[in-house]
């Protein structure tokens, strides 16, 4: 197709923007509900996600060691700890240490411990894991290194981590589908009405001779063109609504540090994908919509 | 060229067994005939145009148009078998919202013509037709007699071999009707052959030539026989 005639279907689409007025809103309102909703529950996702993974971080499991082990158990212990596929970190916390600690915790019956011949605090290794969800294999495998007396997990509480996070992908997922697929058949019904609206138009492009690519490409123009304005819309409101409740999270962070809120993403630094992945996801689903609802109109 | 042999189109309308549009229809139009196809309504003659512009196949035998075998042609081939034709419609099927020049251009830009040859040839076709001072004008603005001749220009400015006219003057005063018809022959003196449809006696009666006149779906009279209009 010539240069020429592109450029005037472009400039057909976007006028035709205008002159559709109301067509042309009511695929815009719902194309900024729908990109607003999806963008706001993503960013809601990947907050939720961090904070899991912050809950998750702190999530460690206590290896604990039999009271007189000799210097070469303890370095055979912390190779295979180190050696595991699953450990993040390994903090060493030695029975001199632990028993120090106790006497400093309780200074009123100090006398007490005069009468403990032996220090009775094992030596203890404190291990993050990569992967919450293998935290009882993982467990069960520092069981079984030589000098390991007993190993303590959080087995129920990672499960319930586990399970929160993977429901809450589900749902965001599902939530994702549901409102693309809605925004679509709610422009492919917008858009049809446009196309009914100019079906004789249509009509005659059909009888003198126009490709089906000639005909398509004003509509696709202007569908697109709706779905980058609302794209960049509903960017706008989302960082407004997004800073705001971050903002009422804020005033309260020190409740919120309990259930291991800490940090949340903050807009600016995401600021740039968003206003262009709402604008790419509102041209696609503007052209989707136009390409769906122009084709039965183009068997003449 | 244009040629139907033993052309039937059967319309199923599911509980009556369906309606035999067109039974038997052999016809052959030379290059640079002007036909007259005369029927009463139910005769078939809308059938036989929809076959000639590829909106419908017919059941059973043969559609050549401009030496494409319409049977055969495929779908992506359709907008340029069309672009050989020039369609006239008893109501103009101007678009609204655009010029007279507009409506002009607009079938040469479907046919991807370059801007140069756009801007030369909308004012030549609008001339021809006597309107080149209401270029700037909206359909709205033209009387119906202004409005069928934007209507030929569009339909001759792609410069096809075949222009149809479906009742051109159905929706005009009679004393205009003999223009547009006039303007036609104009055109079919250049080369293009023309298939005209109409209910209007007095029009065939004056211009004569080649008439085809179609009786429940079938030909029922065509006075070319052998080279020569029978009167």
Redesign the interface.
Known sequence: ??M??FN?LVKKGVSSVF?NTMMSFASFCVLLVSLFLVSLSTLVALDISVILSNIEEKNEIEVFVYGDVEETVLTHITDAININANTDNVFFYSKEEAWADQQASMPDVAELFDYLEENPMPHTFRVTVKDISLISQTADEFATIEGVEKVVAPYDFASALVDIRSTLTFIGVALLAVMILTSIIIIYNSIRSSVFARQ??L??????????A?IKIPFFIEGMFIGIVAGAASWFITKITYEAVVGLFKENLEIWQIFGLVEVISFDSVTWIVLAANCILGALLGAIGTVISTAKYLK? | MVELKNVDVHYNDGLKGGIDALNDVNIRINDGEFVFIVGNSGAGKSTLLKLLTREIQPTSGRVFVNDYNLSKLRNRKLPYFRRGLGMIFQDFRLIPNLTVYENVAFVLRATDQSKKYIRQRVPYVLNLVKLGEKAKCYPSQLSGGEQQRVAIARAFACDPKIIIADEPTGNIDPELSYEIVELLKDINECGTTIIMVTHDHQIVKHFGGRIINLKNGSVDYDNYIEGEYLL
């Open positions: 197709m010539r020429s005639n005037f002159r004789k138009e009509n005659i492009m059909k009888v003198v001779g126009a490709t089906n000639f003449v």
